[in-house]
Each structure stands twice: as C-alpha cells, then as structure tokens.
C-alpha cells in the first residue's frame, strides 16, 4: 500500500510542473499581448516588432509512409485521434493539440487557430489539406506540446496535391523539434524523406532527432543492426549529416498482448520533448528580458533624439532671428537713405528743431559717409543690390526657423511611464515567473 501514495505524489508533482510550464508561458504571452499594457503594441509605437512566445512547442514529425507518426501520436496522447495503417493515411497536415473539448477544425478553422501559420496559404493547395484534432488528454507534457503529423512521404509516381516538399520545410521552419522517423521495413531510404532532411539540416540541424521506428518488426537484432547500418551509411553520404556521435534510437509502440525483447528508448522521445519545453520555458522568459532592455533603450534613444531636435531647433531659431533681423536693417537703411536724400535741412531742422537735427546728423553720419563713397552713376545699383541683399536675408531667415517636431509633454510623459512600466513591473513578473520555474528543481534556500 505504500507504493501507491508515492505512485500518486509523483503523478501530481507531474501534473504540477506542466501546470507550472503552461501557466508560465501563458503569463509571458499576456505580457505580450496585452491589448494596452503589452510589449508588443508598446514596441510598436517606438517602430519596433516584436512576436509574442508561443503558448506550446511545435514537434514535427515526419519521415515515410506506415513510418509510425500517427501511432506515436496516439500513444503520447494516450488517445486514438489519428488513423493508423499501412496505407497512406495521413495525406495533409495535422494539427494535434490540447484543448477544452474533444474537436475536429477544417482548413480555414485551422488558420484561424494559428494565424502564425497563415503563410501556408502562400503554397498553392495546402489549406485544403490542413486540419486540427483537440483533444482533452493530459497526458505527459501533451499540455505544452502541438504535434504536426505530416504527409508519409513515397517516391515514385506518387503526385501530392500540393508541394509537399516545400510545405514540410516551412514548417520545419517554425518547430522546437523535427522528428524524423525511418520504418526498417522496406521504405527507410526513401529518397524524397533524405532530401528533404538534409535541405532541413541546412538550418534547423539542431532540431532534428532521428529514430527508427517499428524496432520490435524489424526481425533479430542482428536484422535490427543491418537495417541501422544501411540507413546510417545512407545519411553519412549526404553532405551536412555526416556528423560526429549519431544517434539513432530504436522506438516501438508497446503493446501489453504483444511483447517484444528490442530495447525500446521512445521514453527518450519523451524526455527530449520535456527537456525542450523546459529549454523553451528558459528562453521565453530570457527573451522576455531582453525585449524589456530593447524597450527601454529605444525610448532613451528617442528622448535623447528629441532633446537633439529641441536644441537643433534653438539654434535654427537663433539663426532664423538673425538673418530676420539684417534682413530688416537693410531696407530701414534703404528707407533712411530714402528720406534723408529727399528732404531738405530746413524742412528737417523745422520738423525736429535745432537739438533734434544735430542728433541725427550725429546717428546718420555713417549712412551719409557711405553714399558719398558711392559714385553717383552707381546709385541706383547699389540701392537695387541693397533690396535684393534684404530679400536674400529673409528668405535664408525664413528657411533657418524650419524645426523637426519634439514631443510634447504628455507623450515625453508617457514614454518614461512605459520604460519604468517594462523596467520595474514586466522585469519584477520575469523574476517571479523565473522563482516559479526554478522552484520545481531547486530548493527555497537555494533562491535566496
């Protein structure tokens, strides 16, 4: 009877830490995408783009047809939602994921569902062969994980009705794990599954897991090593997946009325999904740090702009109420000129009486000396140069008072609301989500 309440601790101390891993990535998706609050619409308003965490890890798995996707499917979900068979049952892609209630979405559903997949539109056919399963099992880490069971792939004459190369690439694109699984029974060099693994390799070689699948049919374990053998020496011709320390373990659906003595590791599948899920749970919230840190710089970048662009427009105004101001000297000069010439001394002394007269010759002195220095036949031109030297300073004046834009004060206000909002609220919720994390490996006293 003891084994049983340790059974049952241990069976809720998992369900725990994958209510831990969810409840994690789902608080750090809110932070995101928070329709006010959220980092993504504050980086948008600083011409940033950033993309929310994903609430589950995508697992692909692929490889030939009767290879076992489906039925390892079924097995981790603990649940029959994908058919099963020697034939080519699986002829699009589906979408297996947890959910509320037992469910089955078509194509556009399926879109909806993940807008991050809508580019698959892009490739001619596919949305008519997509579909979604929702199951209710919470199973393993099946919470946390969306599976992507796609085509069985053939070669041959075998015509897709859409570019099933190209579609397993993209979303390959867009998986934490690529599962690729080899059938020992005739179809594990097939040609199109190769191909298609080594233009993957190019660029998710870190993702890619590869097993052999249906172990307890492939005979002795002698039959087993040949088969490994010949796929393995398959793969090593192929530029890119001649790596050091292959590995390739054996894996079988286990069947209580059908008992095998092949070594069987698919609990090392498990604990490759499990190990991603936690390495994702770690970059989410690291990748949640630095967006703040990315958030927080771009609004000191833009205030110091803005501090740039309020001195820039000082000195533009500075500059502009200069060449103003010699702008409007030179025809109050002119104006002066005018007048002085056109007037005679006694109408000026008569005007301004005696004190009054000598105090202006006194400050118009100058303006005399210089139309002496002026040749008389020279007159008109240099006056004419005058008023377009007057012209020429105002324009320049005009030109020298056009200012960027600066913030007012209620968006200065709200910039620095938002850096100590991401700064003090969404770094101290990290920390928090960090605790959590941590709490499910390490004891109290090591977090302190």
């Not at 030939?64 to 002829?91: C, D, L, P």
């Not at 897991?209 to 192929?238: H, N, P, T, W």
């Not at 910039?415 to 004891?443: A, D, I, N, P, T």
């Amino acid at each position: 009877m003891a084994g049983k309440p340790r059974q049952r601790n241990a069976a809720n101390a998992e369900r725990s830490a994958v209510s831990a891993g969810e409840r994690i990535l789902r608080e750090c998706h809110s932070l995101y995408g928070h329709p006010e609050t959220g980092l993504v619409n504050i980086a948008s308003k600083l011409e940033l783009q950033l993309l929310p965490p994903r609430k589950k890890i995508n697992v692909m798995l692929m490889g030939n047809h009767s290879a076992g996707k489906s039925s390892f499917i079924n097995w981790y979900v603990e649940e029959h939602i994908q058919r099963t068979g020697v034939a080519i049952e699986t002829q699009g892609f589906t979408f297996v994921t947890s959910g509320r209630k037992r469910e089955s979405l078509t194509g556009n559903a399926t879109l909806h569902l993940y807008p991050h997949f809508k580019a698959l539109q892009q490739i001619e056919g596919v949305s008519e062969y997509l579909n979604t399963e929702i199951s209710t099992s919470k199973q393993k880490k099946f919470s946390l994980v969306t599976f992507i069971d796609t085509p069985g792939l053939v070669d041959g004459d075998m015509k897709y009705p859409f570019d099933v190369d190209q579609a397993i690439l993209w979303l390959g694109e867009l998986s934490e794990l690529v599962f690729v699984f080899f059938d020992p029974m005739g179809q594990a060099l097939c040609k199109r599954t190769l191909n298609i693994v080594e233009r993957l390799n190019e660029t998710q070689g870190d993702r890619i897991r590869f097993y052999l699948s249906k172990a307890d049919e492939a005979g002795s374990e002698s039959d087993r090593q040949r088969v490994m053998m010949q796929i393995v020496q398959e793969l090593c011709k192929r530029p890119g997946l001649n790596k050091c320390g292959f590995d390739m373990p054996t894996i079988y659906i286990p069947l209580p009325n059908k008992p095998s003595r092949c070594v069987n590791q698919i609990e090392e599948v498990c604990r490759t999904i499990e190990k991603t899920i936690s390495q994702t749970v770690q970059n989410t919230l690291n990748q949640l740090e630095r967006d703040c840190e990315l958030i927080a710089i771009s609004v000191d970048n833009r205030l110091e702009q803005d501090n740039m662009a309020a001195v820039h427009n000082r000195k533009a105004q500075s500059k502009g109420c200069l060449f103003g101001l010699l702008g409007l000297l030179v025809p109050t000069f002119l104006l002066v000129s005018l007048v002085l010439g056109n007037l005679s001394g006694d109408m000026i002394r008569a005007v301004l009486g005696d004190n009054g007269t000598e105090t202006l010759q006194v400050y118009m002195g100058p303006v005399s000396t210089f139309w002496a220095l002026i040749p008389s036949e020279l007159v008109v031109y240099v006056f004419f140069a005058l008023a377009i030297l007057s012209l020429v300073l105002i324009l320049i004046a005009r030109l020298s008072f056009r200012t960027t834009s600066t913030l007012t004060k209620k968006q200065k206000r709200k910039l620095l609301e938002q850096r100590e909002f991401v700064q003090e609220v969404v770094k101290l919720k990290k920390r928090q989500l960090y605790e959590e994390y941590l709490r499910q490996s390490v004891g109290e006293h090591d977090l302190a």
